[in-house]
T-cell receptor
Framework: GQQLNQSPQSMFIQEGEDVSMNCTSS?????WLWYKQDPGEGPVLLIA?????ELTSNGRLTAQFGITRKDSFLNISASIPSDVGIYFC??????????FGQGTELSVKP | GAVVSQHPSRVICKSGTSVKIECRSL??????MFWYRQFPKQSLMLMAT?????????EQGVEKDKFLINHASLTLSTLTVTSAHPEDSSFYIC???????????FGPGTRLTVL
């Protein structure tokens, strides 16, 4: 099946630093979504992207839908301790199924 | 954002028993609901797609007789793990797709432990 390659797998950063993570796919996706998952919880939607080239912000988060429709990135500026968690990219494939990346585990040191 | 609830949040059962997990969309109608399974330190894997009033569509490798899905109303889907075994222990997460906005919202998950 289709896969999303998400990197990096994990990040250890200092509070206040900026963070960047990305996802790539070998096939085209119609939407790109970024979720955050806290331990023992379900994923929570952070940003949804619907058009190629779209750049969207949500507070300190910024995400872009790649122009080729095969990639997306998520940036977090001025990280804070509560940003800790696992971030997943996800995309709707041509059949409408939501496919998830492997996740990026973010640790923030105060 | 829209809310999806799951019940129970945690369940421990003996091997061979069946467990039912409920997924409800609380403030929107979900014609389509999805069931995912997540093992520790791994991503969410789609198990099946359920459409209200019709049979669920299962992903390759997921046994439909083992994981029974019922989507009887626009706000409720259930997953029954039949004759559970320890290897079925996992975190099960449902999501509902808002019929009006097409956005998919996730429940808080159910931790199943089979002894």
């Amino acid at each position: 099946g289709q896969q999303l390659n998400q990197s990096p797998q994990s990040m250890f950063i200092q509070e206040g630093e900026d963070v960047s993570m990305n996802c790539t796919s070998s096939s085209i996706f119609n939407t790109w979504l970024w979720y955050k998952q806290d331990p023992g919880e379900g994923p929570v939607l952070l940003i949804a992207l619907y058009k190629a080239g779209e750049l969207t912000s949500n507070g300190r988060l910024t995400a872009q839908f790649g122009i080729t429709r095969k990639d997306s990135f998520l940036n977090i500026s001025a990280s804070i301790p509560s940003d800790v968690g696992i971030y997943f990219c996800a995309g709707h494939d041509q059949g409408g199924k939501l496919i998830f990346g492997q996740g990026t585990e973010l640790s923030v040191k105060p | 954002g829209a809310v999806v609830s799951q019940h129970p949040s945690r369940v421990i059962c003996k091997s061979g028993t069946s467990v039912k997990i409920e997924c409800r969309s609380l403030d929107f109608q979900a014609t389509t609901m999805f069931w995912y399974r997540q093992f520790p330190k791994q991503s969410l894997m789609l198990m099946a797609t359920s459409n209200e009033g019709s049979k669920a569509t299962y992903e390759q490798g997921v046994e439909k007789d083992k994981f029974l899905i019922n989507h009887a109303s626009l706000t409720l889907s259930t997953l029954t793990v039949t004759s559970a075994h320890p290897e079925d222990s996992s975190f099960y997460i449902c999501s509902g797709r808002d019929t009006l906005t097409d956005t998919q919202y996730f429940g808080p998950g159910t931790r199943l432990t089979v002894l």
